[in-house]
Nanobody, 126 residues
């Protein structure tokens, strides 16, 4: 079992930067693909970013070049650096993980992940 706890959400102004962190416990993330999703009120939870355990990354088009996913193996955390934030980035952000045999598997569907955090709220004001 993997337990995930997100932190770092806040209320910020448009154009600001924010760094979210996801702390994992129970298992090391070395063999896990990890992702970030977000869910705005009244909308479906959507893919934001993924990092395979082979350190490959992929992003949703809406955040590409603004967001960066990274991993700290020693601290067993996955981070999401968010720059140039926009009001449309407002959402609850969730960290997710799934054990993977492949070092390059980069799932983007919610149903492909087995473990989820409780979420952290990001609100961007205009």
């Amino acid at each position: 079992q993997v337990q995930l706890v997100e932190s770092g959400g806040a209320l910020v102004q448009a154009g600001s930067s924010l760094r979210l962190s996801c702390a994992a416990s129970g298992r090391t993330l070395r063999s896990y693909t990890t992702g970030w999703f977000r869910q705005a009120p009244g909308k479906e939870r959507e893919f934001v970013a993924v990092m395979t355990w082979g350190a490959n990354t992929d992003y949703a088009d809406s955040v590409k070049s603004r967001f960066t996913i990274s991993r700290d193996i020693v601290k067993n955390t996955v981070n999401l650096q968010m720059n140039s934030l926009k009001p449309e980035d407002t959402a609850a952000y969730y960290c997710a993980a799934v054990r993977s045999e492949s070092s390059n598997w980069a799932p983007k569907q919610r149903r492909e992940y087995d473990y989820w955090g409780q979420g952290t709220q990001v609100t961007v004001s205009s």
